[in-house]
Protein backbone atom coordinates (compact mmCIF):
# COMPACT_ATOMS: atom_id res chain seq x y z
CA UNK A 1 0.00 0.00 0.00
CA UNK A 2 1.28 3.25 -1.08
CA UNK A 3 2.05 5.85 1.92
CA UNK A 4 -0.56 8.61 1.21
CA UNK A 5 1.86 11.59 0.17
CA UNK A 6 3.02 14.44 2.55
CA UNK A 7 1.85 18.14 1.21
CA UNK A 8 3.11 20.09 3.89
CA UNK A 9 5.00 22.76 4.13
CA UNK A 10 7.49 22.19 6.34
CA UNK A 11 9.46 25.92 6.28
CA UNK A 12 7.28 26.58 9.54
CA UNK A 13 10.67 24.35 11.47
CA UNK A 14 12.76 27.85 10.83
CA UNK A 15 10.43 29.98 13.02
CA UNK A 16 9.43 27.69 15.67
CA UNK A 17 10.78 24.36 17.33
CA UNK A 18 9.30 20.86 15.72
CA UNK A 19 6.95 19.31 18.60
CA UNK A 20 7.65 15.92 17.53
CA UNK A 21 11.74 15.66 17.04
CA UNK A 22 12.07 19.13 19.65
CA UNK A 23 14.57 20.66 16.72
CA UNK A 24 15.09 23.98 16.92
CA UNK A 25 16.12 25.47 13.71
CA UNK A 26 16.76 28.92 15.11
CA UNK A 27 19.71 27.61 18.15
CA UNK A 28 21.58 25.73 15.24
CA UNK A 29 24.91 27.34 14.16
CA UNK A 30 26.19 27.03 10.48
CA UNK A 31 29.26 26.61 11.62
CA UNK A 32 28.02 23.36 13.34
CA UNK A 33 26.86 22.11 9.96
CA UNK A 34 28.60 19.55 8.96
CA UNK A 35 29.65 18.45 12.07
CA UNK A 36 25.82 17.64 12.80
CA UNK A 37 25.12 15.68 8.95
CA UNK A 38 28.15 13.93 9.55
CA UNK A 39 26.82 13.06 12.90
CA UNK A 40 23.45 11.64 11.30
CA UNK A 41 24.53 9.91 8.80
CA UNK A 42 26.80 7.80 11.05
CA UNK A 43 23.65 6.79 13.24
CA UNK A 44 22.07 5.19 10.08
CA UNK A 45 24.52 2.21 8.77
CA UNK A 46 23.60 0.51 11.87
CA UNK A 47 19.92 0.62 11.92
CA UNK A 48 20.23 -0.88 7.96
CA UNK A 49 21.99 -3.80 9.00
CA UNK A 50 18.97 -4.76 10.82
CA UNK A 51 17.20 -7.73 9.95
CA UNK A 52 13.72 -6.30 9.82
CA UNK A 53 15.10 -3.05 8.24
CA UNK A 54 12.91 -3.39 5.02
CA UNK A 55 9.67 -3.77 7.07
CA UNK A 56 7.14 -0.90 7.86
CA UNK A 57 5.79 -0.66 10.99
CA UNK A 58 2.20 0.03 9.78
CA UNK A 59 0.56 1.15 6.64
CA UNK A 60 1.27 4.69 6.93
CA UNK A 61 5.05 4.59 7.84
CA UNK A 62 8.20 4.63 5.52
CA UNK A 63 10.46 1.48 7.02
CA UNK A 64 13.87 2.25 8.24
CA UNK A 65 14.77 1.82 4.58
CA UNK A 66 12.94 3.34 3.10
CA UNK A 67 13.41 6.69 5.29
CA UNK A 68 17.13 6.18 5.13
CA UNK A 69 16.84 6.04 1.12
CA UNK A 70 15.23 9.16 1.39
CA UNK A 71 17.87 10.78 3.64
CA UNK A 72 20.78 10.02 0.80
CA UNK A 73 18.36 11.67 -1.41
CA UNK A 74 17.88 14.46 0.38
CA UNK A 75 21.49 15.06 0.95
CA UNK A 76 22.03 14.79 -2.70
CA UNK A 77 19.45 17.26 -3.37
CA UNK A 78 20.43 19.51 -1.15
CA UNK A 79 24.42 19.82 -2.11
CA UNK A 80 23.00 20.49 -5.28
CA UNK A 81 20.82 23.71 -4.28
CA UNK A 82 23.87 24.46 -2.16
CA UNK A 83 25.91 24.68 -5.30
CA UNK A 84 22.87 26.50 -6.97
CA UNK A 85 22.17 29.12 -4.37
CA UNK A 86 26.56 29.86 -4.40
CA UNK A 87 27.01 29.88 -8.32
CA UNK A 88 23.91 31.67 -9.56
CA UNK A 89 21.96 34.71 -8.25
CA UNK A 90 18.95 33.75 -6.42
CA UNK A 91 17.77 30.43 -8.08
CA UNK A 92 14.89 29.73 -8.15
CA UNK A 93 14.19 26.03 -7.31
CA UNK A 94 12.17 23.25 -8.30
CA UNK A 95 9.75 21.44 -6.11
CA UNK A 96 10.86 18.04 -5.23
CA UNK A 97 7.91 15.17 -4.58
CA UNK A 98 9.78 12.68 -2.28
CA UNK A 99 6.91 10.67 -2.34
CA UNK A 100 7.15 9.99 -6.02
CA UNK A 101 10.78 9.65 -5.83
CA UNK A 102 10.40 6.95 -3.50
CA UNK A 103 7.95 5.21 -5.35
CA UNK A 104 9.81 5.78 -8.57
CA UNK A 105 13.27 4.46 -7.26
CA UNK A 106 11.35 1.52 -5.44
CA UNK A 107 13.35 2.41 -2.11
CA UNK A 108 11.23 -0.59 -0.93
CA UNK A 109 13.30 -2.70 -2.82
CA UNK A 110 17.18 -1.40 -2.20
CA UNK A 111 19.96 -3.39 -0.82
CA UNK A 112 20.63 -1.77 2.66
CA UNK A 113 24.19 -1.98 2.61
CA UNK A 114 24.44 0.32 -0.76
CA UNK A 115 21.88 3.06 1.16
CA UNK A 116 23.66 3.01 4.01
CA UNK A 117 27.05 3.47 1.69
CA UNK A 118 25.43 5.88 -0.48
CA UNK A 119 23.84 7.73 2.57
CA UNK A 120 27.20 8.44 4.36
CA UNK A 121 28.70 9.72 1.08
CA UNK A 122 26.08 11.74 0.34
CA UNK A 123 26.33 13.33 3.75
CA UNK A 124 29.98 13.99 3.47
CA UNK A 125 29.84 15.62 0.64
CA UNK A 126 26.92 18.00 2.02
CA UNK A 127 28.78 18.49 5.09
CA UNK A 128 31.80 19.55 3.38
CA UNK A 129 30.23 22.02 0.88
CA UNK A 130 28.35 23.54 3.80
CA UNK A 131 32.11 23.92 4.93
CA UNK A 132 33.25 25.24 2.34
CA UNK A 133 30.84 28.49 2.21
CA UNK A 134 32.51 31.14 2.75
CA UNK A 135 30.96 33.42 5.89
CA UNK A 136 30.20 36.17 3.22
CA UNK A 137 28.27 34.05 1.19
CA UNK A 138 25.91 32.94 3.98
CA UNK A 139 23.21 35.61 3.08
CA UNK A 140 23.15 34.69 -0.55
CA UNK A 141 19.08 33.66 -1.33
CA UNK A 142 17.51 31.30 -3.33
CA UNK A 143 13.73 31.22 -4.10
CA UNK A 144 11.82 27.57 -3.90
CA UNK A 145 9.08 27.14 -6.64
CA UNK A 146 6.41 26.88 -4.28
CA UNK A 147 7.11 29.91 -2.82
CA UNK A 148 9.63 29.74 0.24
CA UNK A 149 13.18 31.97 -0.03
CA UNK A 150 15.93 30.81 1.68
CA UNK A 151 19.73 32.01 2.58
CA UNK A 152 22.20 29.17 2.99
CA UNK A 153 21.95 29.62 6.51
CA UNK A 154 18.12 28.70 6.21
CA UNK A 155 18.80 26.53 3.98
CA UNK A 156 21.19 24.52 6.04
CA UNK A 157 19.23 24.60 8.99
CA UNK A 158 15.84 23.51 6.85
CA UNK A 159 17.84 20.55 5.53
CA UNK A 160 19.75 19.49 9.13
CA UNK A 161 15.75 19.55 10.47
CA UNK A 162 15.11 16.80 7.86
CA UNK A 163 17.70 14.72 8.49
CA UNK A 164 17.04 14.97 12.14
CA UNK A 165 13.71 14.61 11.89
CA UNK A 166 13.69 11.47 9.61
CA UNK A 167 16.33 9.76 12.38
CA UNK A 168 13.44 10.52 14.72
CA UNK A 169 10.61 9.06 12.83
CA UNK A 170 12.87 5.95 12.75
CA UNK A 171 14.14 6.13 16.39
CA UNK A 172 10.23 6.02 17.30
CA UNK A 173 9.52 2.95 15.44
CA UNK A 174 12.69 0.86 15.63
CA UNK A 175 13.64 -0.71 19.08
CA UNK A 176 16.91 -3.10 19.90
CA UNK A 177 14.94 -5.47 20.72
CA UNK A 178 12.66 -5.61 17.50
Same mark, same amino acid.
Given at each position: MPIVPDTSDWTWVLQRPCPACKFRAREVAVDDLPRLIRENAAAW? !?????? #??? =? *?? &??? $????LEYAAHV? #??? *???? @???? *??? &? /? @???? +???????? $???? @? *???? /??? /? $? =???? +???? !??? =??????? =????ARQRTARRSDGPSFTVVTLGSYFLHDIVHHWHDVAAVTSPAR
Open positions: P !AVLARA #DVA =V *RP &DDH $TWSPR #DVC *RLFD @ERLR *RIL &D /E @EDPL +LANWDQDA $TALA @E *RYDL /EMP /E $T =VGLQ +LVAA !AKS =VADSFAA =VPPA
